[in-house]
Nanobody, 124 residues
Framework: QVQLVESGGGLVQAGGSLRLSCTAS????????MGWFRQAPGKEREFVAA????????YYVDSVKGRFTISRDNAKNTVYLQMNSLKPEDTAVYYC?????????????????WGQGTQVTVSS
């Protein structure tokens, strides 16, 4: 079992930056691929970014490429999402997720553990 706790959300103006953190507890974290997803009001949850167990492979949805960076620190059991040049359309609840496997995936149903979510609001 893995427990995930996100932090770092908040209100920011367009063009600003935020860094989300997700700290895991429970079973070994360093063998899990991790992902970030988001859900905007009235929309389905969507993939944002994923990273494999060692941090050598990352994936991003096209809309955040060049602006967001996913990274991890296995010594701290933490995965990060650095978000720069934020836009109002990035407003959503952001969720951290962990897979039982070590390979990064982009599909929601391939993730086994989920955090409670953190709100990110970008004002125009």
């Amino acid at each position: 079992q893995v427990q995930l706790v996100e932090s770092g959300g908040g209100l920011v103006q367009a063009g600003g930056s935020l860094r989300l953190s997700c700290t895991a507890s429970g079973r070994a974290f360093n063998m899990n691929a991790m992902g970030w997803f988001r859900q905007a009001p009235g929309k389905e949850r969507e993939f944002v970014a994923a990273i494999n167990w060692i941090g050598s492979t990352t994936y991003y949805v096209d809309s955040v490429k060049g602006r967001f960076t996913i990274s991890r620190d296995n010594a701290k059991n933490t995965v990060y999402l650095q978000m720069n040049s934020l836009k109002p359309e990035d407003t959503a609840v952001y969720y951290c997720a962990a897979r039982s496997g070590s390979v990064a995936r982009q599909t929601e149903n391939e993730y086994d553990y989920w955090g409670q979510g953190t709100q990110v609001t970008v004002s125009s």
